[in-house]
Structure formats: structure tokens, C-alpha cells
């Protein structure tokens, strides 16, 4: 079955510096990557996703890179400020199982220094 | 805001105890998600109901009972659990077709006593 690993398990970033958070992916099937931002006392937020037919994607400060050959995607947040501060999941899914399973990274904590 | 409600918040319970977790969802959503989610951990999908209807059960124990009443709303019945049951326990919805994105609700913390 699928198995995503999330690297690095914590990342500590200066106010205004970039931060990158990686993936990889062990399903070549898979299709979908959503990115989930967790505050602390809150439930998991949908920040941005990406479909394999599409190798990057912006929103904002927010961006989602995607190489199908290397079964990695990975997320860049740029400008980074303390409310970026969260655990962020990275997963992975195949869209015509039609199941609703996320194989879910281990998580990333984001810490920003003001 | 989330768009998915759950309640309670909070909720701390005896083993012998029997208490209902809710979610409600107004976005039109009509596949509907349990999942736990463990401190430090990442969500683990529990159960998953189409159109009303059970569709996915990850073998868990029958002291959690889900039921989905209409399309909007998704309960959860607890009955006899184990300290190990303690943990965030999360809603989320989306459309049938693909059934992603989902959405999170803030949760139920649980606590076991």
C-alpha cells in the first residue's frame, strides 16, 4: 500500500525566511497531494493541493511543487510570519479509488521566530 | 471558521459511560468522515459514510458506533472505552466525486477516565 514520509519532523525559521517541507510518496498510482495546516486546539485546514497533471501550483506565499519521476512534492512558504507557526501534514491519495483514504506524512512542526 | 461544527469540544467519560460525539456540515457534502488522531500524530481514518450509507468501516472496534442520520449530520456513539481511546477525534466532509478535499472540523478532545 502507500506510504508517505515527511521530512523534516521539526523546522525552526527566522520571521521573513522561507521554509520547505518535503514528501515522498511510495504509489506511483497516486494522484492527489494536499497539504494540511494544524493549529494548536484546531482541526487539520486544506492549505493548498495538487493534481499529478500539474507539476507546481501558488497561492499567495504558499506553493506546492510536484516531481511525478522522484515521487516527492513538497511545500514552500515564503516570507514566513509566527502565524505560520503549526504542524503541517503532507498526504497522498489515488482519486479513482473513490475510497476518501489519505496515506498522511508524519507531520512537520513550523516554528517561526519573530 | 470551520464550515464543519462539531460537538462537544470537550468531553471526559468513565469507561461504563455511554456519550455521543456530533458533526454538521452545511456545504451540501454527502461523504462523511470519522477520524482519531492521537497527540503528535496524523489523522487516522475510522469510518466513511456516501450518501448516508457506511461505505468504509478500518476494522474499527464495535465500542464505536457511527451513524449518519441525514446528509447533513454524523454522530458517533461511544460505549465502554478504554483509556486508549483518549484523543482528538475529528469530522470532516466532502463531495462524493473523488471525495477529496476534505474538510476538518475543530474536534472532540476525549479524555478516558
Known sequence: GENVEQHPSTLSVQEGDSAVIKCTYSDSASNYFPWYKQELGKGPQLIIDIRSNVGEKKDQRIAVTLNKTAKHFSLHITETQPEDSAVYFCAATLLSSNTGKLIFGQGTTLQVKP | ?113
Request: hydrophobic share 30%; net charge positive.
Open chain 2, 1 to 113: 471558521d470551520t464550515e464543519v461544527t462539531q460537538t462537544p469540544k470537550h468531553l471526559v467519560m468513565g469507561m461504563t459511560n455511554k456519550k455521543s460525539l456530533k458533526c454538521e456540515q452545511h456545504m451540501g457534502h454527502r461523504a462523511m468522515y470519522w477520524y482519531k488522531q492521537k497527540a503528535k500524530k496524523p489523522p487516522e481514518l475510522m469510518f466513511v459514510y456516501s450518501y448516508e450509507k457506511l461505505s468504509i468501516n478500518e476494522s474499527v472496534p464495535s465500542r464505536f458506533s457511527p451513524e449518519c442520520p441525514n446528509s447533513s449530520l454524523l454522530n458517533l456513539h461511544l460505549h465502554a472505552l478504554q483509556p486508549e481511546d483518549s484523543a482528538l477525534y475529528l469530522c470532516a466532509s466532502s463531495s462524493d466525486r473523488d471525495r477529496q478535499p476534505q474538510h476538518f472540523g475543530d474536534g472532540t478532545r476525549l479524555s478516558i477516565l
